[in-house]
């Protein structure tokens, strides 16, 4: 059975501080890992995975995909309080689905 | 900026009666999702669709459900007689040939009483 595992469920951090986002996968056809950022509502593209070893970048944020070990991980440094919302990993099957992980709940305090 | 819409943005409903939640995605995209999050648990996929038909679906999607594009702009979720449990927050999204990414709407908040 497909699987996308995300961890920590949960996370509370001061602002400033740098947290690493996991994803472990098994997937059948993967094609892509995307990561999301769930606020309020819809989920917020934030990258898209398709290479091992080639950080994508955006402003503090960072991710990179281990294809052999089959996972991701999410850097946010400098956090803000803004960066407070549920990340989301979803992995690509095959064309027509995207797979989700339970996502990982950060808060940043002031 | 394009974006997905969906509508209505809240729908209360009585158990056993019908709704048809509506979702018009980005124009020129070509594949096409619906997706339910039940309330603190993880996005469930239930449904794509590609040229006019189902291409995949979930073991939720039973035939309480269908989905129908009537135009060229809308998507629609029918759920026939609803549960309880189909209580959720049900998003649409849709892709580009050219995307990788799917975008989604904000979402239709299902109550089901």
């Known amino acids: 059975e497909d699987k996308v595992v995300q961890s920590p469920l949960s996370l509370v951090v001061h602002e400033g501080d740098t947290v690493t986002l996991n994803c472990s996968y098994e997937v059948t056809n993967f094609r892509s890992l995307l990561w999301y950022k769930q606020e309020k509502k819809a989920p917020t593209f934030l990258f898209m995975l398709t290479s091992s070893g080639i950080e994508k970048k955006s402003g503090r944020l960072s991710s990179i995909l281990d294809k052999k070990e089959l996972f991701s991980i999410l850097n946010i440094t400098a956090t803000q309080t803004g960066d407070s919302a549920v990340y989301l990993c979803?992995?690509?099957?095959?064309?027509?689905?995207?797979?989700f992980g339970t996502g990982t709940r950060l808060k940043v305090l002031a | 900026e394009p974006e997905v819409t969906q509508t209505p943005s809240h729908q209360v409903t009585q158990m056993g009666q019908e709704v048809i939640l509506r979702c018009v995605p980005i124009?020129?995209?070509?594949?096409f999702y619906w997706y339910r999050q039940i309330l603190g648990q993880k996005v469930e996929f239930l449904v794509s669709?590609?040229?006019?038909?189902?291409?995949?679906k979930s073991e939720i999607f039973d035939d309480q459900f269908s989905v129908e594009r009537p135009d060229g702009s809308n998507f629609t979720l029918k759920i026939r007689s609803t549960k309880l449990e189909d209580s959720a927050m049900y998003f649409c999204?849709?892709?580009?040939?050219?995307?990788?990414?799917?975008?989604f709407g904000q979402g239709t908040r299902l109550t089901v009483v």
């Open positions: 669709f590609y040229n006019n038909e189902i291409s995949e």
């Open positions: 979803a992995v690509e099957r095959g064309t027509y689905k995207y797979i």
């Open positions: 124009s020129n995209h070509l594949y």
């Open positions: 999204a849709s892709r580009g040939i050219e995307d990788k990414e799917a975008f």
